[in-house]
């Protein structure tokens, strides 16, 4: 009988920070060629998992570990140049400034002859969609378009084993579909073996001959077809927050026109730091209380730059926003930003970019210090706030060792500590497993018939039948589509609804 690719006997990890084991008595085998989906609820350790066979953890440097973890036998430390990840977020990817350096990077490093790099780096760059010229710098990419380039590095050194985090939680939905059809028609022409984390499942089961669920940080695992995983364990998976292959979602909340006009965007137009053409363009837009506000669009239309305009991160060339009845109309890019956050709060697509403290508590009492607000009150909105959003067990960890849901929901949490009066999200449901997710769209519906605005930067169809009141499609930077959510009536868990979404679109719907 031959020796598993991928062996873990008894093996656990603990962060130093960490008084309970991420993973602990993990026992499971993959073989070569395997295409694996690992599945699990949010913070059960499926990433910690990934970093590890990628080598990337190892003890007396971020944790403890126990047990035995073989890459064809040899401890993953040893096994780096035969392993290849692509993480959450595609930023701690990317170390070179222009795009064509980037994908040439790990090649150079193991010595390819430069005549065939540069046919891998266009190579791979075609297969992600990526059509910029090699001398595009990295850093005016949009997230999507940076995690589609993290993708092409992989696809350009063709590692033996793909350890993909989430690869298409930043790609709008058809790109998503591409970039995993290329990942498997591509591990049919090779001896690759895939492990592949997602939360979303109903175009993935069919293209993968394993799962694995890690339960209770690994203490059991169950492992088998796609078939018999879901079929006798499927109630169980539910319970525990895993999206079921063709769940239905039906929306409960009523489609709200909204009350007030609270802010306005007027003709903006705008660059993002790094782009030479303009990112928005005459983009206006009303944002009233009590409703969800979807913004929708490719990767690379400017969804976020018009966040960041929302939010007053990034002044417009032209045009101007404004809070209606609020200090005479007065543009609020001039405002100090004690005033501005207590009207407008951001939740960044990267949640890391707005961690400023070594302690999620702490996180969440940065704002409320700044705004003077009492001591207890603050401590006692910061602790429901963590038990909500199921992070009063990690009061005191390190937000940057959360898992990737965990620091979004951290994210999130910050920013309502000040209840602004318009809340912008930016890929909200990142990295929350079923449980979490519904849990988010309760927790903003209550805050939306309360008064509050919300505007969420989306690629989630899911996210935008359940919730959202109106949705804009943007290309090019230019809002092309507008329509109220009854465009959305598919009540089926697909990730890839967004060909009639963007069809309905095209059409002129109003």
């Known amino acids: 009988m031959s020796t598993p690719l991928i062996q873990a006997v008894d093996w656990g990890f603990r962060y130093f920070d960490r008084e309970k084991y991420a993973l602990r008595h993990l026992n499971l085998e993959i073989e070569k060629k395997d295409?694996?989906?690992?599945l699990g609820p949010s913070g059960s350790g499926k990433s910690t998992f990934l970093h590890a066979l990628a080598g990337l953890l190892s003890s007396?440097?971020?944790?403890?570990?126990?047990?035995?973890?073989?890459?064809?036998?040899?401890?993953?430390?040893?096994?780096?140049g035969n392993v290849g990840i692509v993480f959450q977020d595609p930023v701690t990817s990317l170390v070179m400034s222009r795009i064509g350096d980037?994908?040439?990077?790990?090649?150079?490093?193991?010595?390819i002859p430069k005549d065939v790099i540069w046919s891998r780096v266009n190579a791979a760059l075609a297969e992600v969609g990526l059509s910029y010229p090699l001398s595009q710098y990295t850093s005016a990419l949009s997230g999507g378009e940076q995690q589609r380039l993290v993708i092409a590095d992989l696809l350009a050194f063709m590692p033996g084993i793909w350890l993909l985090d989430e690869p298409t939680a930043n790609l709008d939905p058809l790109g998503a579909k591409s970039v995993i059809e290329t990942f498997f028609q591509l591990h049919e022409k090779t001896d690759t073996t895939v492990v592949l984390i997602e939360h979303r499942l109903t175009e993935l089961i069919k293209l993968v001959n394993k799962v694995i669920v890690l339960v209770d940080g690994g203490e059991s695992v169950l492992q088998g077809p796609p078939d018999e995983i879901f079929y006798k364990h499927g109630d169980f998976l539910k319970k525990s927050g895993i999206f079921l292959p063709d769940e239905i979602i039906e929306r409960k909340r009523p489609v709200s026109f909204g009350k007030d006009l609270c802010l306005q965007?007027?003709?903006?137009?705008?660059?993002?730091p790094g782009q030479s053409h303009l990112a928005v363009r005459d983009v206006s837009l009303e944002i009233k209380s009590q409703q969800v506000l979807a913004v929708m669009g490719a990767n690379g239309s400017g969804k976020t730059?018009?966040?960041?305009?929302?939010?007053?991160?990034?002044?417009?060339?032209?045009?101007?926003?404004?809070?209606?009845?609020?200090?005479?109309?007065?543009?609020?890019?001039?405002?100090?930003?004690?005033?501005?956050?207590?009207?407008?709060?951001?939740?960044?697509?990267?949640?890391?970019?707005?961690?400023?403290?070594s302690q999620v508590l702490k996180e969440l009492l940065i704002l409320p210090k700044r705004l003077k607000m009492k001591q207890e009150d603050a401590k006692q909105k910061a602790d429901e706030l963590l038990?909500?959003?199921?992070?009063?067990?990690?009061?005191?960890?390190?937000?940057?060792t959360l898992s990737g849901g965990e620091k979004r929901r951290l994210s999130v949490a910050a920013?309502?500590?000040a209840d602004p009066n318009v809340l912008i999200l930016d890929e909200p449901t990142f990295g929350q497993d079923a449980n979490t997710f519904y849990q988010l769209i309760s927790f903003l519906e209550e805050n939306v018939d309360a008064g509050q605005a919300v505007v969420v930067i989306t690629h989630d169809i899911e996210l935008t039948n359940i919730l959202a009141d109106r949705v804009?499609?943007?290309?090019?930077?230019?809002?092309?589509?507008e329509s109220y959510s009854d465009l959305f009536s598919s009540k089926r868990s697909d990730l890839f609804l967004a060909e009639n979404i963007n069809r309905k679109f095209s059409q002129g719907l109003h």
Request: include cysteine; hydrophobic fraction near 45%.
């Open 472 to 481: 804009v499609n943007l290309s090019q930077g230019s809002i092309v589509g």
């Open 305 to 357: 730059t018009l966040a960041l305009i929302l939010a007053s991160l990034l002044k417009p060339t032209q045009g101007r926003v404004e809070f209606i009845g609020v200090k005479n109309g007065e543009s609020y890019f001039s405002w100090r930003a004690k005033e501005l956050v207590q009207y407008v709060g951001m939740v960044f697509q990267e949640p890391e970019h707005q961690f400023l403290t």
């Open 387 to 400: 038990e909500r959003f199921k992070l009063a067990t990690l009061a005191h960890c390190n937000p940057f």
């Open 102 to 111: 980037e994908v040439a990077f790990g090649l150079e490093n193991v010595g």
């Open 265 to 272: 965007a007027s003709g903006v137009s705008a660059k993002h």
């Open 35 to 38: 295409k694996v989906l690992l």
């Open 60 to 80: 007396n440097s971020l944790g403890t570990e126990e047990g035995r973890l073989l890459v064809n036998g040899d401890h993953p430390l040893n096994m780096q």
């Open 415 to 417: 920013a309502l500590m």
